[in-house]
């Protein structure tokens, strides 16, 4: 399961760096929020990947074989941050887009 998580987070990041480095601006938006996902994905997998354990405390379990809530936490609060940080991003791309005309990064429609 493990390998997997690696697998998935390795190839979010790369295509995320990839889209980044594109000249439009609504590709990098999509490549920031690929990049969000796999700092995620990473924070979920640092609690810990445990099948078939159940989700809650009772004395024949032990504590050892639960996930660490914390990771939980702090990757549900990213989302919804991630989320509204996504929208912010798309209404400036629609503002600058409607100022400029063009939706390129650095300004210019043709590239040279």
């Keep these: 399961m493990e390998l997997i998580l690696s697998v998935a ?4 990041t790369a295509c995320g760096v990839w889209l980044i480095l594109r000249p439009r601006t609504y590709q ?3 490549g920031l929020s690929l990049l969000s996902y796999a700092v995620n ?3 979920f997998g640092v609690g810990g990947v445990k099948t078939n354990m159940p989700p809650l405390l009772s004395s024949s379990v032990p504590t050892s074989t639960l996930a660490d809530p914390v990771p939980q936490a ?4 990213a989302i919804v941050i991630g989320f509204a940080t ?3 991003f798309l ?3 629609l503002a600058s887009r ?3 005309g063009t939706d390129h990064v650095d300004g210019r429609s043709d590239r040279k």
């Design 9 to 12: 987070i390795g190839v979010m």
């Design 28 to 30: 990098v938006i999509i």
């Design 41 to 43: 994905l990473f924070i």
């Design 74 to 77: 702090l990757v549900l609060t």
């Design 86 to 88: 996504t929208a912010l």
């Design 91 to 93: 209404v400036v791309l």
């Design 98 to 100: 409607g100022l400029t």
